[in-house]
């Protein structure tokens, strides 16, 4: 609770800081603290210090995955926030309220990975979804992102309709709201249930980017200004995957043979597609935007499996894949072509950039000694522990190796091509902290029993 009430006021707060001061400098730092008290609250509320005792009537529930997600989601941010809080301030002129907006995201992230009911759900959705419309339109005088606003919007309106007809049958056949209730009693599927399974199914694949619901994700992320486009591919992704698996989870944990092979398909098919796709891209923010598509893929894993072994790695997996792909975005930034050919010769003119930038992208491979391979290998680990799909297994490696191929294109760019020299501004602060990333990045992909023992005894307190 502590984490749904402070976001929220903290987000109240960055809207009045725009109106009491113009320097932008003083409105990001204040944001940047602010995030930094969000996860030391959010840390106090695992060891117990519970600022907000206020009773939920059973709408949500504070488990150690939710908060130990918050977390994450909570640091992944304020790293966001120091690597690309200065960018924010090219896109407009409101600069606090993006950083309100962003905020109000947190809240709505901190309410889907605790819910109890449907109804809970749907408003943490609704309350992370309506801000991302705003941020992907915020570069008013850019068609292109105007287009991306108005595509999300649509397509995101849409699949909360086919949400809401699902939460509709489900109500109507339980008579309540509440997952518990759901579940008890479920050992079979019906038709009224199993028709709300399929609309809830599809309408979280949508909004997770899952093949067939993902062609949405390229044109939103790629007209989305590039400083959001981080943030949404990252921690917002993540936090849906949460909700996906605490939703079926909780609710037809019981039914899980009737509905496994069909997530694993369409898990399948994301991979497939993702990674095909992003072989043919020439820009490398719409080439991390079909990455993002085929990351799902493996995230897909988690829910296919339903086991302990694919709950941690889902943490595991949020913690490399966003911190890998922010600090891409990062560098990206930086770049005033996004083209593969604007990365050509940069590692003699930033080597900084250079070397880390390859570090992420290693990660993102799942190239050993980085946490990326990791992450994959304990969701491969999940599905192998399950049984029952061992050919998405084979598939997940399969594109695992295809994906080596799209990302070692900008480290061949980098290090083996010579291009035309670009003006890159970079702080001395901004590569430090790349630095550290990158360091973060290499020491959960050498030492990563560390992470997992942590979790593994917070699971079981």
């Known amino acids: 609770m502590n984490a749904i009430v402070i976001s929220a006021v903290l987000g109240v707060v960055m809207m009045f800081c725009g109106v009491f001061t113009d320097k932008k400098s003083v409105v990001r730092n204040v944001a940047i603290i602010s995030l930094l008290a969000l996860v030391i609250a959010n840390v106090l509320d695992i060891g117990g210090y519970h600022f907000f005792n206020v009773?939920?009537?059973?709408?949500?529930?504070?488990?150690?995955?939710?908060?130990?997600?918050?977390?994450?989601?909570?640091?992944?941010?304020?790293?966001?926030?120091?690597?690309?809080?200065?960018?924010?301030?090219?896109?407009?002129?409101?600069?606090?309220?993006?950083?309100?907006?962003?905020?109000?995201?947190?809240?709505?992230?901190?309410?889907?990975?605790?819910f109890s009911s449907l109804l809970m759900l749907f408003l943490g959705i609704e309350i992370i979804s309506i801000p991302l419309y705003i941020l992907t339109g915020s570069d008013k005088r850019n068609l292109k992102?105007?287009?991306?606003?108005?595509?999300y919007f649509l397509m995101g309106s849409f699949s909360t309709g086919i949400m809401?007809?699902?939460?509709?049958?489900?109500?109507?056949?339980?008579?309540s709201f509440n997952i518990d209730v759901i579940r008890m009693g479920t050992t079979n599927l019906t038709p009224m249930l199993a028709a709300g399974l399929l609309l809830l199914l599809f309408a979280?694949?949508?909004?997770?980017?899952?093949?067939?619901?993902?062609?949405?994700?390229?044109?939103?992320?790629?007209?989305?200004?590039?400083?959001?486009?981080?943030?949404?591919?990252?921690?917002?992704?993540?936090?849906y995957f949460i909700a996906f698996i605490r939703l079926f989870e909780g609710c037809f944990g019981d039914v899980q043979k009737q509905w496994q092979l069909l997530i694993a398909i369409i898990a399948a098919a994301t991979l497939f597609i993702g990674n095909i796709t992003a072989v043919f891209q020439q820009s490398v923010k719409r080439m991390l935007s079909y990455s993002s598509i085929a990351q799902a893929g493996f995230m897909l894993f988690a829910?296919?499996?339903?086991?302990?072994?694919?709950?941690?790695?889902?943490?595991?997996?949020?913690?490399?894949?966003?911190?890998?792909?922010?600090?891409?975005?990062?560098?990206?930034?930086k770049m005033k072509d996004y083209t593969f050919e604007g990365f050509n010769g940069l590692a003699k003119r930033q080597p900084v950039l250079a070397v880390t930038n390859t570090i992420f992208l290693l990660s993102l491979a799942g190239i050993p000694a980085t946490a990326g391979f990791w992450a994959k290998f304990y969701m491969l680990s999940a599905a192998i522990n399950n049984g029952n799909v061992m050919w998405l297994v084979i598939v997940g490696v399969l594109c695992a190796a295809i994906s080596v191929y799209y990302y070692f294109r900008v480290i061949q760019a980098m290090y083996f091509k010579e291009g035309e020299a670009q003006e890159?501004?970079?702080?001395?602060?901004?590569?430090?902290?790349?630095?550290a990333i990158a360091a973060i990045v290499i020491i959960l992909g050498i030492f990563p029993h560390w992470l997992l023992d942590q979790l593994h005894n917070l699971f079981y307190l």
């Open 55 to 114: 009773n939920t009537r059973g709408m949500l529930s504070f488990d150690i995955f939710g908060l130990l997600f918050n977390t994450i989601a909570f640091g992944s941010t304020w790293i966001y926030f120091l690597l690309s809080g200065r960018d924010m301030e090219r896109v407009g002129v409101n600069l606090a309220e993006y950083f309100a907006l962003i905020f109000f995201v947190l809240c709505g992230i901190s309410i889907v990975s605790s």
């Open 145 to 151: 992102s105007n287009e991306a606003a108005l595509k």
């Open 164 to 175: 809401l007809m699902g939460i509709t049958l489900l109500y109507g056949v339980k008579g």
């Open 204 to 239: 979280m694949s949508f909004k997770v980017s899952a093949a067939p619901f993902h062609f949405w994700t390229p044109d939103a992320y790629d007209g989305s200004p590039t400083v959001f486009t981080a943030f949404m591919a990252t921690i917002v992704k993540v936090a």
């Open 303 to 333: 829910l296919v499996a339903m086991n302990d072994i694919g709950k941690e790695g889902m943490i595991f997996y949020a913690a490399a894949y966003s911190l890998a792909t922010i600090g891409i975005f990062a560098v990206l930034l």
């Open 424 to 435: 890159i501004e970079t702080s001395a602060g901004f590569r430090g902290l790349l630095i």
